[in-house]
């Protein structure tokens, strides 16, 4: 079947700390894969995405790549702001019809 | 704003009563998913729909939950005689389906429902 396991919050950071989110799954055939950002009281805005492995996504400082050998799609970057406080939900699509997510990592940004 | 609308944001129903949530989807977008997001829980989908199709319904309780989306006007999603285990966000998203590929899916900001 089709999953996502992620790396579980809420997780604390200092401003221009590094931040790394893990994020595996398990699908059928050859998904691609997304990382969405929700802020509070909004709905999930797509941060980046990959399609196909070896894929490095990226968008705002933030970065993932799409490793097969390791079924993972871990999210980084270098130096967080306090403005990066947000809810992080790793996804996968095996169609694109039907979006696979994670349960999210609450991720809260201190100054 | 051309984004997904979603309305209406907030909604209070007694148990037993219906609820009915609305979905516009981005301009020039015929495609529509619904999901649910309960509390400390990811999204699950419930149903994708093109205009006048039920195309994947696999995540739709088998009851009191239906859902349309008509040739004119927004995407329905109804709740017959509601339970409190029902209280969730509902989100919408919408795309515009290339053939082949995975298209991105835009979100609305959801519909926040709570059932007494």
Not at chain 2, 85 to 108: K, L, P, V
């Amino acid at each position: 079947g089709n999953s996502v396991t992620q790396m579980e919050g809420p997780v604390t950071l200092s401003e221009e700390a590094f931040l790394t989110i893990n994020c595996t799954y398990t699908a059928t055939g050859y998904p691609s894969l997304f990382w969405y950002v929700q802020y509070p009281g909004e709905g999930l805005q797509l941060l980046l995405k990959a399609t196909k492995a070896d894929d490095k996504g990226s968008n705002k400082g933030f970065e993932a790549t799409y490793r097969k050998e390791t079924t993972s799609f871990h999210l980084e970057k270098g130096s967080v702001q306090v403005s990066d406080s947000a809810v992080y939900f790793c996804a996968l699509t095996p169609t694109g019809n039907q979006f696979y997510f994670g349960t999210g990592t609450s991720l809260t940004v201190i100054p | 704003n051309a984004g997904v609308m979603q309305n209406p944001r907030h909604l209070v129903r007694r148990r037993g009563q219906e609820a009915r949530l609305r979905c516009s989807p981005m301009k020039g977008h015929s495609h529509v998913y619904w999901y649910r997001q309960l509390p400390e829980e990811g999204l699950k989908f419930m149903v994708y729909l093109q205009k006048e199709n039920i195309i994947d319904e696999s995540g739709m309780p088998k009851e009191r939950f239906s859902a349309e989306f008509p040739k004119e006007g927004p995407s329905i999603l109804r709740i017959q005689q509601v339970v409190r285990g029902d209280s969730a966000a509902y989100f919408c998203a919408s795309s515009q389906r290339t053939s082949g590929g995975s298209d991105e899916q835009y979100f609305g900001p959801g519909t926040r429902l709570t059932v007494t």
